[in-house]
């Protein structure tokens, strides 16, 4: 018998299934991924990641010896249980912590050191959206504010002009203009996730992170945001590296996926493979464990 992972997992995996098509058109887009992949160098290569965290006077080891590539227009999925080191691979990447060893590249080069010049210049490229779309959003700043910030901050000014942009900006999100005016407790948790979007492309990244981006939104709503992530990856060409839990979702999403279990790497590999033949027991479990995508060899029971 399939075990549940936990029944409102149970739940919203069941919905997400009746939400979502069908996957016959990721098969499509998993060839031209891999087609384009082999030609085309990474766009970031997680090399060796070990992270070590301060603990009683010593340190534990959260992350250990993580490598990975991901090609540009691929989305990777990144799954494992709740402290596995999901997000602390996710924070390394983009050098908002240290790694204690192992090195990021970025289109080939290592990333520069965290305070240098070129390393600001890079993280214009690489963006995060967070899980909880309420923490993060300063409730003080209107959303012309908070779209604006970006700009400010790296001090460049979008070529069409500001107000043009952050138009634009909300267009693509699927948001009204009016937004402009209004302050985050006046949205929806689905709409502020939008304008975490939105504020995450303003500087037209290559590489964006997205941490659980909907595990904190009613599954409908979650439904919508993906389907918007997927198509401004389409549109705009961007590179994801896709965290969840839901391995539904990351079938949906993902080109490939990595699996990570007590901060290692213990399955890689082409996501509809490793979904119907998973060859590491703990992602067996994982996969067992959600209950609408059986394993291949229990399907004719
Ligand atoms: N700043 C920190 N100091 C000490 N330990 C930390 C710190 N940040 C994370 N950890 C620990 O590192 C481990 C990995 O945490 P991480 O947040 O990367 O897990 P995760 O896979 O993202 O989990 P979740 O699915 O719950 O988000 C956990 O045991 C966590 O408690
Ligand atoms: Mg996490």
């Not at 995996?13 to 058109?25: E, G, V």
């Not at 919508?224 to 839990?245: A, C, K, M, P, W």
């Amino acid at each position: 018998m399939l075990k549940c992972w936990n029944a409102p997992e149970e739940a919203a995996a069941i919905q997400w299934n009746a939400t979502i098509p069908a996957m016959p058109a990721m098969e499509g887009r998993l060839a031209g991924v891999l087609e384009a992949a082999s030609a085309r160098p990474a766009l970031v290569e997680a090399c060796g990641l070990t992270m070590d965290y301060p603990c009683d006077g010593g340190t534990t080891r959260v992350v250990e010896d993580v490598s990975f590539a991901i090609q540009p227009g691929e989305t990777l999925g990144l799954v494992g249980e709740s402290g596995s080191g999901k997000s602390t691979v996710a924070r390394m990447l983009l050098r908002l912590i240290e790694p204690t060893a192992g090195e990021i590249r970025f289109e080939g080069q290592p990333l520069p050191p965290a305070s240098s010049r070129q390393m600001r210049a890079l993280r214009r490229r690489m963006q995060i959206v967070f899980q909880d779309p309420y923490a993060a959003l300063n409730p003080r700043m209107s959303v012309r504010q908070i779209l604006a910030e970006p700009f400010a901050i790296h001090r460049q000014p979008p070529p069409e002009g500001l107000p043009t942009r952050l138009r634009e900006l909300l267009r693509s999100v699927g948001l009204d203009e009016s937004a402009l005016a209004r302050y985050p407790h006046e949205f929806s948790g689905g709409q502020r996730q939008r304008i975490n979007i939105a504020r995450a492309l303003a500087l037209r990244p290559s590489f964006l992170v997205l941490d659980e981006p909907v595990s904190a939104l009613d599954v409908s709503v979650g439904a919508q945001v993906i389907n918007l992530l997927r198509d401004l990856q389409r549109e705009l060409g961007l590179t994801y590296l896709f965290i969840s839990h839901s391995m539904p979702l990351v079938r949906y999403l993902c080109d490939r996926v990595a699996v990570m279990q007590r901060g290692r790497l213990v399955e890689l590999g082409d996501c509809l493979q490793v979904c119907e033949a998973p060859a590491n027991p703990y992602t067996r479990q994982l996969i067992a464990a959600t209950p609408e995508m059986p394993l291949a060899n229990s399907r004719s029971a």
